[in-house]
């Protein structure tokens, strides 16, 4: 549930950033590379899941939120937030980025699917 709702915020998000300014956005000179962005987003994706489990880890925000983030992938907050604006305004870049990352959980997804069908299977 949270996942969709995380799809619906980012969904807003373009809708209205799209109707906002329509000239063209000047590429920021630190923009992160596209391969990077999925795996930001993926990960990003990954820890709103993982976060509907925080009663077990009082800790988890401090321990896999935004900060983690920024330290794993040498990045910092404003360099995130310019990056995706630009994406934002190029709705086909950041199509094609987010697609990667829906394939990516759909993988996840199947794969975990398979662990827990093995898991019945042994089961019986």
Known sequence: M????FYFS???YLLTSA???LGTVEKPENLIDETMMENILY???MMDVMNTYSELN???EEILGAPYLYKKYKIDSLQLVQSEEYYTKNPRIYHRIYSRVLIRMEKDKDSINDV???RKKIAQ
Do not use: Q, T
């Open 2 to 5: 949270r996942l969709k709702s």
């Open 10 to 12: 980012v969904l807003i």
């Open 19 to 21: 109707c906002g300014n």
């Open 43 to 45: 990960d990003a994706a």
């Open 58 to 60: 009082p800790d988890f």
């Open 116 to 118: 827990i069908n093995e």
